[in-house]
């Protein structure tokens, strides 16, 4: 529709209470335990109670037959604004920037954004088999069960296409394990070598071992509310520069190699009012590399096709000079289902806050954060971005 330039920004709105509920590689406890942990542990730390919190927005796969509204019956909640996001790996950023919109609307004073789930034993394969319409009706009963497939589909023509090797890939995956041995919630503990990176069993060529996160129980949440709310609480706090999401992005490409974030990287600098070369750290969704290397170069940090380059000539790890996935990633700390989705997000904000579990960022100032989900069979279909800046608080 032309000229957005009067998109408004988040002037006076700030997230805050970063919590993860420490996950675990099989559990039997349901995602709603999850969640309630993680909504118990927001209360705890912002010292509000049930009544307090008036929003809440949920993401989650092993939730149903519930949705979001039913969490409120369970938990004595009475939100008079509710949202149920299932995008994935872009839920963090999309339920940051919606519930922003309702805050600086003055429909809501403090939302909760929870996501979590279980993983049974059997959880993973239940949810491949009921993901989506077309994994029920024509991958999963021909034998393409899952996104190894896809994401082998995505890697190799990527490699093709720009000359990556597998050595580029293992520059992510290592750098993040050296992040991850420092966080205590990582479930991936031992160093991992490029020679291990390069050893490791194949999977879905030439997707091997180290490329794929391994899916576990876990939850991550956070607040959204007004400036002087947070300082009140005497809670530290992230500003919200600027936001985008993107759905069904470039859907003519017969093999997905962009996303939705190179549609609008422009607007999405232009409103944050810095450049990616300002950014302290940036939080990629990393379900597998490729992904990585595509959000760096959609987000503007190297032009297409450069990002093999671009890891090359950088170091990764938080005393590197480009920190990235600063906790590990979930290629090294774990997938609990859609709260991957906002591991990155819920990281950014503590290294912001200074509050960093692992190693910290030295005068981190400001951080990307990028979300992608929903993968049908050739790509995925959800892009989303957030760029915050460090902003105080009392502590």
């Known amino acids: 529709m032309g000229n957005r330039a009067h998109r408004k920004g988040y002037d006076g709105v700030v997230v805050t209470a970063p919590v993860t509920i420490p996950y675990e590689r099989y559990s039997p406890k349901p995602a709603h335990w999850w969640i309630g942990r993680a909504l118990k542990t927001l209360s705890t730390r912002s010292k509000l109670e049930a009544k307090d919190i008036d929003g809440l927005s949920v993401s989650s796969f092993t939730l149903f037959p519930d949705t979001a509204v039913a969490l409120t019956q369970h938990f004595g909640l009475s939100p008079r604004w509710l949202d149920h996001i299932p995008m994935g790996g872009a839920s963090g950023v999309v339920a940051l920037r919606r519930a922003a919109r309702a805050v600086a609307a003055g429909d809501v004073e403090v939302v909760a954004c929870v996501a979590g789930d279980a993983n049974h034993v059997n959880s993973f394969r239940n949810t491949l088999t009921a993901f989506s319409r077309f994994s029920q009706d024509a991958s999963y009963p021909y034998g393409s069960g ?6 082998a589909l995505m890697t190799r023509n990527y490699m093709n296409a720009y000359g990556v090797t597998r050595e ?14 420092s966080f205590p919630h990582a479930l991936m503990k031992k160093p991992l070598s490029m020679t291990d990176y390069l050893g490791a069993r194949a999977v879905a060529d030439p997707v091997h071992l180290f490329d794929c996160v391994m899916p576990c129980a876990g939850a991550e949440g956070f607040l959204v509310m007004r400036e002087e709310n947070a300082r009140a609480l005497g809670l530290p706090f992230a500003r919200i520069l600027s936001t985008t999401e993107r759905h069904n992005a470039f859907p003519d490409d017969p093999i997905q190699y962009r996303g939705g974030w190179a549609l609008d990287k422009d607007e999405f600098w232009a409103m944050a009012g810095v450049s990616p070369d300002a950014v302290d750290l940036f939080e990629t969704y990393d379900d597998y590399p490729v992904i990585v290397m595509m959000q760096i170069e959609d987000l503007g940090f190297c032009g297409k096709g450069e990002a093999a380059e671009f890891v090359r000539s950088r170091a990764l790890t938080v005393d590197g000079d480009f920190p ?3 906790s590990g990633g979930q290629l090294s700390v774990g997938q609990a289902g859609a709260a991957g989705g906002y591991l990155g997000l819920v990281e ?9 579990l692992g190693a910290q960022v030295e005068n981190a100032k400001i951080a990307a954060v990028s979300g992608f989900g929903m993968i049908n069979f050739d790509r995925g279909l959800c892009t989303a971005a957030a760029v915050l800046v460090s902003g105080g608080g009392d502590g």
Not at 170 to 180: D, E, F, P, T
């Open 324 to 326: 990235h996935n600063t």
């Open 146 to 151: 899952g996104p190894n497939a896809s994401f």
């Open 348 to 356: 950014a904000v503590r290294q912001l806050t200074g509050e960093a």
């Open 168 to 181: 580029d890939f293992g520059r992510i995956c290592v750098a993040q394990r050296v992040n991850a041995l």
